[in-house]
């Protein structure tokens, strides 16, 4: 079967076996000109629906693939949005609204097209360096991808170099990449510090990330100033309780000196 077909066998596992069989295939007819229709209004996925291909793809640092980005998809679909809320699309303040978002998006998502490791490629030869490096208080901003609404912050970064280190900018347009994409915070911080030890093959890595999320202050449970702080740790600073503090401490003294 393919993606643009909906049938009998599927409606009757969902609605149950003692539905008649007319009224399955009137179901199936409706629910398939509304598939149609929403794939129709996106040429890419149409594609990929009638005829088994996908559309182009990139690949993110993780190694999954995605699709490459559709502006004008983005345009089509934020008007949409616009006109089911019961908005007026041409009005005078909407009408450059879908091009606006879609450009916008283009911008804040733009890491999920890009590889932060190439970022870390080149680096120097750490001949007598073999101490905590840190790099603290990197601003960042990203999309919470549950609600599509910003979540903000600064990171904080230590490595313990192996054989090489890398120029401190790099680290910082790591978390740039990384943050502009649909995210989590929780995420976010496990892939900075997997990055520093696949990048730099480092001894070690820690972060720690601290944000707050629009998606609790502006809507839901509405409590503006709360912070969530995650962290993750790799190599020594996981099995050095002592390097662990040391990394904590210093992060604390700089806050606080």
């Known amino acids: ?48 629906a009638t005829m088994g291909s996908k559309p182009a793809s990139s690949v993110s640092a993780d190694g999954v693939a995605g699709l490459a980005y559709d502006k004008d998809a983005v345009q089509r679909a934020v008007r949409q949005i616009i006109e089911a809320m019961g908005e007026d699309p041409e009005r005078e303040g909407l009408v450059d609204t879908p091009r ?6 283009g911008e804040i998502f733009s890491g999920i097209h890009q590889d932060p490791l190439t970022l870390l490629a080149v680096g120097f030869e750490a001949v007598q360096q073999h101490e905590m490096v840190i790099l603290k208080d990197i601003p960042f901003y990203s999309m919470c991808e549950h609600h599509f609404l910003p979540f903000h912050g600064i990171v904080h970064v230590g490595y313990i170099p192996s054989d ?32 520093l030890m696949q990048g730099l093959n480092a001894d070690g890595a820690a972060v720690v990330v601290e944000a707050e999320h629009l998606c609790m202050t502006m809507r839901g449970v509405k409590k503006p100033g709360s912070k969530i ?14 390097t662990r503090a040391e990394f904590l401490s210093l992060l604390q003294e700089a806050r606080h000196g």
């Open 229 to 242: 702080v995650t962290s993750g740790t790799r190599g020594i600073f996981r099995t050095d309780p002592r």
């Open 100 to 105: 606006r978002i879609a450009e916008m998006f």
């Open 1 to 48: 079967m393919k993606y643009s077909e909906i049938s009998t066998h599927t409606l009757r596992r969902f609605y149950g076996a003692d539905r008649p069989a007319s009224w399955l295939d009137g179901k199936c007819a409706a629910g398939n000109r509304v598939l149609t229709g929403w794939m129709t209004s996106c040429p890419a996925w149409y594609k990929m």
């Open 164 to 195: 090489r280190i890398v120029g401190i900018s790099k680290i910082a347009r790591v978390v740039e990449v990384l943050a502009r994409r649909p995210q989590l915070q929780e995420r976010l911080t496990q892939q900075l510090v997997d990055m």
